[in-house]
């Protein structure tokens, strides 16, 4: 048995141990165990009997209240809530700082993949401006008046075998076709060369033949060493007074489907087929034919010079550029012209005047008429379009007839025909112009004539773009070679003494964003102030779906545009019943052969010829004039 002294001395030390244990793990515990154990003497020794303290622990438990012990549970209870709590909190946050880092370290090599990108993107914008410069200068400098005259080669054959392609790079010129040295060798003929061999060619170089190419336009057009300013650019296209930019930059044709509106029509003439507005860009057909007269500067050396060889290269070079903005032009088509409709351009910056007129409707056939110092121009086409399901073709009827006045009552008459014109990837991004077939230039007063053929791109090769011919006299020996890009240059001669005589100009920096537009183009629909009180009603200028296509108003122009055309269905529509007198007659341009009655098929560009009346009708005011209401 154990006395009571014991008891009570044990007592005592058991609630001191207690308040200790618990005091350890949470210190806010020390108050609440103080009130029984603070009267308690601590112990010299604990006893090693375990029953002892079993006792000692069940008397102190005896001497606490159930409130005490509730109490005291609680309290516990809410600590180890607040230390969950705060440990939830510092997991997140280390979380999150993991999550941060993690993120930093995958971004940064996109941090300098953007600026390599950068990098790489202003060094070729520094490039590109100095290619135009070197473009400007070199344009500027090109001049054949002191090309000799070549005597007839020993071999006159023009194969049409390709046994290399010589190219290089340069500031303007990417690769070029030589022509080949058709009379240095006599042995290869058409029989002789293989399909493998003009496979294999087509795709290879030498590094052998890029220098030679390199040297034959580096000895025609020295480089100075000093630039073309910026300034000096701008203030050569602010002489003409004239507009920069259109109004607004191009719509997007992204929601036009192009294979619903073509997929019925495959290999059909689309010349009758209403389009989208969206796929139009806003000039008409009429002022397409005012920009081959771009270049017109070539015609007026022609006739300043002395040799019908000289001129007769100024012509071929003149006939080529009006091909010099196409591959820029492929994701739009011009407005189709209203029967009657006119285009009027005076340009005494170019030296020339210029009128054309849609002369018929079925067949579609448009008539132009210019003159300039010592020279006029006259042209009368028919395009036949068709649709070849990934392509679309067109197919230009009619000559070119060039008269030039040399003094003294001699002149020379130049004829031609244009070529194919084939759009590709039309259900694509990204289109591309090719052309393709032999262009025959003749003169009968000199007795020279000219055959250009342009090389259609093969899918073999990436070369696009290429042109060569010759030049030959009346016996059909060959006086001249000449190669080049339609697109970029056109040379003549054999490299490497070939020399350029004519490249086209730079386009402007955000061409893109209009249409692909010239600067020239960009001028043709604008409404200059000057011009407008004597424009005739008749004049495309005034046509206003084109007006609100350029201006950016697209629901307004698909509109105007479906009205326009229903009303010129509607006058057709008023011939053929009577309610309107007669058939339709041009009032500029006047119909040959009247007697003979043709169908829409046998219908010829030639039938129509100017009757030089335009510019003295209009002086007088156009008095007496009935036009027929267009729009």
């Not at 500027?140 to 071999?155: R, Y």
């Not at 340069?170 to 042995?187: I, L, N």
């Not at 005047?353 to 110092?373: L, M, Y």
């Amino acid at each position: 048995t154990v006395s009571s002294q014991e008891i009570d001395l044990d007592s005592g030390v058991s609630g001191s141990l207690v308040s200790s244990n618990l005091s350890g793990s949470n210190p806010s515990l020390n108050t609440i165990s103080g009130h029984y154990s603070s009267a308690a003497t601590r112990p010299v020794s604990l006893p090693a009997d375990a029953s002892l303290v079993k006792a000692q622990v069940k008397a102190s438990m005896e001497g606490c209240s159930k409130e005490d012990i509730l109490q005291l549970a609680n309290d516990i209870q809410s600590d180890l809530g607040s230390m969950k709590d705060r440990y939830r909190k510092q997991r997140d946050h280390i979380r999150q700082l993991l999550e941060t880092e993690s993120k930093s370290n995958s971004l940064q090599p996109q941090f300098t993949l953007i600026s390599s990108l950068r990098q790489s993107l202003n060094l070729a914008l520094q490039q590109n401006n100095t290619l135009r410069s070197k473009l400007a200068r070199i344009h500027a400098e090109s001049d054949i008046g002191e090309l000799p005259i070549l005597a007839a080669p020993q071999e006159a054959t023009l194969t049409r075998g390709i046994n290399g392609s010589l190219s290089y790079s340069s500031s303007c010129v990417s690769e070029f076709f030589d022509a080949r040295e058709y009379a240095d060798s006599g042995e290869d003929t058409d029989d002789d060369i293989s399909d493998y061999d003009i496979s294999d060619t087509a795709e290879s170089g030498t590094e052998e033949d890029d220098n030679v190419y390199l040297e034959a336009d580096s000895s025609s057009s020295p480089v100075a060493e000093t630039k073309v300013s910026e300034s000096t650019m701008e203030l050569e296209a602010l002489s003409t007074g004239r507009r920069r930019v259109l109004p607004v930059p191009k719509t997007d044709t992204e929601g036009v489907n192009l294979w619903n509106l073509l997929r019925k029509n495959i290999g059909k003439d689309l010349s009758k087929i209403s389009m989208p507005v969206t796929l139009n860009e806003p000039l008409s057909t009429l002022q397409r034919l005012c920009e081959e007269l771009e270049y017109a500067e070539l015609l007026e050396k022609a006739v300043k010079s002395e040799t019908p060889l000289e001129r007769i290269q100024w012509v071929v070079a003149f006939s080529v550029s009006c091909y010099g903005s196409y591959n820029a032009r492929a994701s739009h088509k011009p407005f189709n012209p209203l029967l009657g409709e006119t285009f009027e351009c005076v340009r005494e910056d170019k030296g020339f005047k210029f009128i054309s007129e849609q002369v018929s409707h079925h067949p579609p056939i448009s008539a132009a008429h210019a003159t300039g110092t010592g020279w006029e121009w006259f042209q009368c086409l028919r395009i036949r379009s068709k649709f070849w399901g990934k392509s679309m073709e067109f197919q230009p009827e009619g000559k070119v007839q060039l008269t030039l006045d040399l003094g003294d009552g001699r002149k020379e008459t130049y004829i031609w025909n244009k070529v194919t014109s084939c759009i590709h990837n039309l259900l694509g991004a990204e289109r591309w112009v090719d052309l393709y077939g032999e262009s025959v230039l003749e003169c009968k007063e000199s007795g020279l004539g000219a055959r250009i053929q342009f090389v259609k791109a093969s899918y073999w090769s990436t070369k696009r773009y290429e042109l060569f011919g010759t030049i030959t006299d009346d016996e059909g020996s060959v006086l001249q070679n000449l190669f080049g890009k339609w697109s970029e240059a056109l040379y003549v001669g054999k490299a490497p003494s070939a020399k350029c005589i004519w490249r086209p100009g730079a386009l402007p920096e955000d061409f893109h964003l209009y249409y692909g537009f010239s600067r020239f183009a960009i001028e043709l629909n604008e409404l200059m102030p000057s011009e407008a009180s004597s424009l005739p009603p008749t004049d495309v200028r005034w046509r206003p779906d084109q007006r609100a296509l350029e201006d950016g108003k697209i629901a307004e122009a698909e509109s105007i545009k479906l009205g326009v055309e229903q009303a010129q269905r509607d006058r057709r529509r008023q011939r053929e019943l009577g309610q309107i007198p007669g058939p339709y007659k041009p009032l500029w341009f006047g119909e040959t052969n009247l007697e003979e009655d043709l169908s829409e098929e046998e219908t010829k560009p030639e039938r129509w010829t100017f009757n030089n009346t335009y510019w003295k009708t209009k002086s007088e005011g156009f008095q007496g004039i009935e036009f027929e209401p267009l729009w």
